[in-house]
């Protein structure tokens, strides 16, 4: 993958070279000098059609501009429009580069050769619309959603949400990573199936859930006389399911649960 900071001190060591200043740059490449100043700090990349006519601005070759010699060939192909699909690694590589549009192009391309798989989506998250993620996303099995953590920030909250109808109740510890980013619909959609004898998995989501949810657990551990397994999530219960456990307790004549709620009631 194209290294941004690599890529600006090429540019800047090229424009130096040539006793250029970055708004003269900027005015021959057609864009503002903040742009060049931004290339140059590694803070942003110059779009892949940009990148012949600084080439020839500049007088340095491709390769030496990117400094990575796989990527320039990979940045020739499209440049060239070869028809050729590129792999899913060359797609990652020049993500960065490609205006929306050129990237739908090409990922299309790449999708009817391979198929692209989680991990491969991963580095191309950023450049992916929702719909495309999303549908990709979908397709998913139960089995292996840890592998879509780290497209968690990316997805929509219905495609979430959908996920949580396939995730067992045995797969909580899994879902952890993805709950910051669950909406409160789908994070009820997975505490629902968590009976009774298993309640004390909850505590690893508490602190994402909401206050209804958490009363709503509450209610279900009354119902079942399970009630000190929610010991650990005292801390993330409100005010209400708090009053409604310290009643339960205490009209059940439990003080050693109760003691485990005290300091919070």
């Known amino acids: 993958m194209l290294d941004m900071i690599i890529v600006g001190k090429n540019?800047?060591?090229?424009?130096?070279?040539?006793?250029?200043?970055?708004?003269?740059?900027?005015?021959?490449?057609?864009?503002?000098?903040?742009?060049?100043?931004?290339?140059?700090?590694?803070?942003?990349?110059?779009?892949?059609?940009?990148l012949p006519v600084i080439s020839n601005a500049l007088e340095i070759e491709i390769t030496e501009l990117l400094g990575e010699d796989s990527c320039a060939k990979t940045i020739k192909k499209v440049l060239d429009e070869n028809p050729e699909p590129l792999s899913s690694k060359e797609l990652t590589d020049v993500a960065a580069l490609l205006p929306p549009a050129d990237f739908k192009k090409e990922m299309k391309k790449t999708s009817e050769k391979e198929i692209l798989d989680i991990k491969a989506i991963v580095g191309l998250?950023?450049?992916?619309?929702?719909?495309?993620?999303?549908?990709?996303?979908?397709?998913?099995?139960?089995?292996?959603?840890?592998?879509?953590?780290?497209?968690?920030?990316?997805?929509?909250?219905?495609?979430?949400?959908?996920?949580?109808?396939?995730?067992?109740?045995?797969?909580?510890?899994?879902?952890?990573?993805?709950?910051?980013?669950?909406?409160?619909?789908?994070?009820?959609?997975?505490?629902?199936?968590?009976?009774?004898?298993?309640?004390?998995?909850?505590?690893?989501?508490?602190?994402?859930?909401?206050?209804?949810?958490?009363?709503?657990?509450?209610?279900?551990?009354?119902?079942?006389?399970?009630?000190?397994?929610?010991?650990?999530?005292?801390?993330?219960?409100?005010?209400?399911s708090l009053k409604k456990i310290a009643n339960y307790l205490v009209q059940s004549d439990d003080g050693k649960s109760l003691s485990k709620f005290a300091m919070y009631i």
Do not use: H
């Not at 250029?20 to 931004?38: F, H, K, P, R, W």
């Not at 942003?44 to 059609?49: G, H, L, R």
């Open 11 to 50: 540019i800047k060591a090229a424009r130096t070279e040539k006793n250029m200043t970055q708004l003269e740059l900027a005015d021959i490449l057609g864009v503002s000098y903040q742009a060049v100043s931004n290339w140059e700090r590694g803070n942003s990349m110059p779009d892949i059609a940009k």
């Open 125 to 240: 998250a950023p450049y992916l619309d929702d719909e495309i993620l999303d549908d990709i996303v979908s397709n998913v099995d139960a089995a292996n959603v840890k592998e879509i953590v780290p497209l968690a920030p990316y997805l929509s909250d219905k495609t979430l949400i959908e996920i949580s109808k396939i995730i067992e109740s045995s797969m909580i510890n899994d879902l952890v990573p993805l709950a910051p980013f669950m909406p409160d619909e789908a994070l009820d959609n997975i505490v629902s199936k968590i009976d009774a004898n298993n309640l004390d998995k909850i505590n690893v989501l508490a602190p994402f859930l909401s206050d209804n949810t958490l009363d709503k657990i509450v209610d279900k551990a009354i119902e079942e006389d399970a009630i000190s397994k929610l010991s650990s999530s005292a801390c993330f219960l409100g005010k209400k």
